[in-house]
């Protein structure tokens, strides 16, 4: 059985000109849908690249490598080095490691077979060499996959740079259900910091004139809505959970493919996420899941601007008059949002961590990320923004 009705209704609903920028012709959410993918590939391509690492080889890349080498012309199987603490990283090293070999072997095509950190390497590479790329996650733990932003390390600074989005997706239900039960919690902690990123959306658009679209703020929500009602099956491990997680993660992908930027799915936690992982980099540290971080950021952020809306922070004497002006608007806003209880109790269930003791991040670290992350996207105002701001 096929989960992709939400996502061809999506498709099927823009206009004809913004399919053609998305550039995704095919997307397979169902058991088996890692056997399609040879067929595919081999049907538009003969010089084949597969990008993985050590875990996902073994997960799904060995049988697809086994698939592809019967007829393709030329197969050749990258692994990403992990770094010096054991982590495959989206930085400079694994983009020239891929680079090279890019340069070596001249693709036609890459084949991203992995989660979020692998898809982002693969995207941008091919986004330097003007090359198309497959995605086949392994694990629903992000919504990065069909994104054409690269969130990459450059000189220990998180920066998000536009490349490109892949030509297909297919996401095997039968290899991500059998994902550790803590990536696929990740990928709802992801979704979950939708309720911070749509409010700050709406924020940054009623006080700082940021460009909004309400096309892909309802994409966006409904994903969220349909992941949050499915919590119990996601928790299960049943199959239509994990599908219905794996498409809400994609469709919040188109959601910001047909946008052109990150605001539906990306806000303060997303900053206080990035914050942390900039500061684990300094420090020589193993980093965390990215959905774990922005689940539990999300929390935090929830926490705080049920407090601000609480205390009528956009009444205080130096705040910004567009924040001012439309304050009793962005209360509600904030009213929609639940609280930081509930939110625990939404993460819990599927097995999340919930605060940063649990992640093992620091109470230090936590406060000064709250205090400072709004410089990680200087550009984008939120309730973080102002309330860091404000004089």
Known sequence: MSYTADIDAIMKGLEPEVQASIGMDKIVIEAGALQLVAPYVLQHFQRIMLVVDEHTYK????????????????????????????????????????????????????????????HDITRMVGYLFELPFISVPTAPSVDGFNSKGAPIIVRGEKKTIVSIGPNAVFADLHILQAAPRRLIAAGFGDILGKYTSLFDWKFGCLTNAEPYMEQAYTITKQALHKCVHAAS?????????????????????????????????????????????????????????????????????????????????GLRQGVRDSVRENWQQIKELVAEMPSAVALKEMLGKVGGATTVTELGISQELAEEALRSAHHVRPERYTLLHAFNTTM
């Open 233 to 313: 099956l996601i928790e299960a491990g049943d199959q239509e959970g994990i599908a219905y997680l794996m498409s809400g993660l994609i469709e919040s992908g188109i959601a910001m493919l047909i946008f052109g930027k990150s605001h539906p799915a990306s806000g303060a936690e997303h900053h206080v996420s990035h914050y942390w992982e900039m500061s684990f980099i300094k420090q020589g540290r193993k980093q965390l899941l990215h959905g774990a971080k922005v689940g539990v950021s999300c929390i935090l952020i929830a926490e705080l601007y049920h407090r601000l809306a609480a205390e009528d922070f």
């Open 59 to 118: 997960v799904a890349g060995q049988q697809l490598e086994g698939e592809l080498k019967r007829d393709a012309q030329s197969l050749h199987t990258v692994f990403i080095t992990p770094n010096i603490v054991d982590d495959v990283v989206a930085d400079e090293q694994s983009l020239i490691e891929l680079s090279l070999a890019a340069k070596q072997h001249k693709p036609e095509v890459l084949v991203a077979v992995g989660s979020g950190t692998l």
